[in-house]
């Protein structure tokens, strides 16, 4: 179980104030990577446990270096600790296949970097002024950092699922919801809407500008695809008929004998799934976890249904037909809290479908934030008028056909590096990220 960190006030202009969101998320990210790094020995850290997944001891000094490049060297003009380790932990130098064979620091030599850079940092935003420039207007650079190390938080709790052996994470399983009663489907009206954000001071820059929508009238799911209706899918031979399957997706689990989602495995009449390091029954109520976009969309199709687009997405998120805008959240415009949302590593799991109704839209959708990252029909694409900030190889690198959006954060995912406007992406094989959809269909059919 772990904290979380404060979103940020878009109205709070006082520094006092912004400098206390930045420290609290910067301890609560650092705070969570020690947790991940620490339940497991030195031959865990150091091990590559998926040649999808970069060594835990990997993503630590990286975490350290990103935190040192932006925050003490572009921040505040300080000479570097160790220029000669910086390409060992450039992302897009090594893949991660072949990170364990670099020269990477040991799990002690690692913490000690990596504490060295937090407490210099610390230094530097006890006298951050918050202005001056794009990069420390309002924090951004300290939000950014927090925001990454977050982000490689939720990836060292993929490998954790990954690794094979007992159990090292624990946490309290989610309240216990009553089973949900309410419409399977829910109308988000035709019309216009402002999707992305400008006023949001720790966006990224896909998520920029803020600019006018027009989505004609469309349904869409009020919970996410359970395990129980995607188990009815694979018992009518969802993965054996092609006619389901875009003809990409169709080879790709045809040549890997894919027949049910990651770490599922049937054991005579019922399903069995590996979960950070426990064996246990599929829960039928949950949401649907660790399917790739090819997957959910060959539901969508065998249940008569599609993917919503991104832009459905965001607009069955934020617009409050009411007044008539756009909400940072579906509940509105405040900090998530553990009534709204499954956020933060509070759980080791989704929730139950129709968990948190103090987190439903206006409209009546439940678990658009949390739980389990949702694909969308989109492909990863700037925005209108986008521009990179403070660096390409965030975002513009990553945009065309190639990734897919995935939109709404996960259990894994802390509240700095979640909000309405936020855009994930990755390639359409992916399973091993904590996955799941809800689908939709239009107004007319």
Not at 92 to 120: C, M, N, T
Not at 197 to 209: C, F, K, M, V
Not at 346 to 364: F, K, Q, V
Request: charged letters at 25%.
């Amino acid at each position: 179980m772990t904290e979380t960190s404060p979103a940020v006030d878009t109205g709070s202009a006082d520094p006092e104030v912004l400098r206390e969101r930045a420290v609290a998320s910067l301890v609560v990210a650092r705070d969570r990577t020690t947790l991940l790094t620490s339940c497991v020995e030195d031959p865990d850290l150091t091990a590559q446990h998926s040649p999808l997944m970069s060594p835990l001891v990997w993503d630590l000094a990286h975490i350290g270096n990103q935190e040192e490049q932006w925050l003490l060297r572009a921040v505040d003009g300080q000479e570097a600790i160790r220029p000669e380790i910086d390409s060992l932990y450039d992302a897009f130098e090594h893949p991660r296949a072949d990170r364990p064979k670099l020269p990477l620091l040991a799990p002690a030599e690692a913490r000690g970097y990596a504490a060295d850079v937090r407490g210099r940092a610390l230094d530097v935003l006890e006298k951050a002024s918050f202005h001056g420039t794009r990069l420390t207007e309002a924090g951004f650079a300290f939000g950014m950092i927090a925001q990454h190390e977050q982000q490689h938080d939720e990836t060292m709790l993929i490998t954790h699922q990954l690794r094979r052996g007992p159990q090292a994470l624990t946490a309290p399983d989610p309240e216990p919801a009553p089973l949900f009663t309410g419409p399977s489907e829910v109308l988000v009206p035709g019309g216009p809407f402002t999707m992305g954000t400008s006023g949001e001071p720790w966006a990224l820059d896909n998520e920029r500008p803020a600019h006018r929508r027009e989505v004609p009238a469309f349904w869409i799911d009020t919970t996410p695809v359970t395990n129980g209706a995607y188990q009815a899918f694979i018992e009518d031979g969802g993965y054996d008929d092609p006619r389901w399957w875009a003809p990409d997706g169709w080879a790709h689990i045809r040549r890997n004998s894919i027949a049910h989602p990651l770490f599922w495995r049937r054991d005579g009449s019922q399903w069995l799934r590996r979960r950070f390091g426990v064996t246990e029954v599929v829960p039928r109520n949950e949401p649907v976890l660790h399917v790739c976009w090819y997957e959910a969309d060959a539901y969508a199709r065998w249940a008569g249904r599609r993917l919503p687009t991104e832009t459905e997405w965001e607009k069955a998120a934020r617009y409050d037909p009411a007044g008539d805008r756009s909400m940072r959240y579906p509940w509105g415009d405040t900090d998530p809290g553990p009534e709204h949302a499954n956020l933060g590593q509070r759980h080791l799991r989704p929730a139950p479908a129709g968990s948190y109704p103090a987190g439903e839209s206006p409209l009546g959708v439940r678990q658009l934030i949390g739980d389990v990252w949702e694909w969308t029909a989109s492909d990863f694409l700037p925005y209108p008028g986008f521009r990179a900030f403070p660096y390409k190889e965030y975002s513009e690198v990553f945009f065309g056909s190639d990734h897919k959006v995935l939109r709404g954060g996960s259990f894994a995912v802390d509240p700095v590096a979640c909000r309405g406007t936020f855009r994930n992406w990755d390639y359409p094989i992916r399973r091993q990220i904590f996955s799941g959809f809800r689908t939709a269909r239009s107004e007319d059919l």
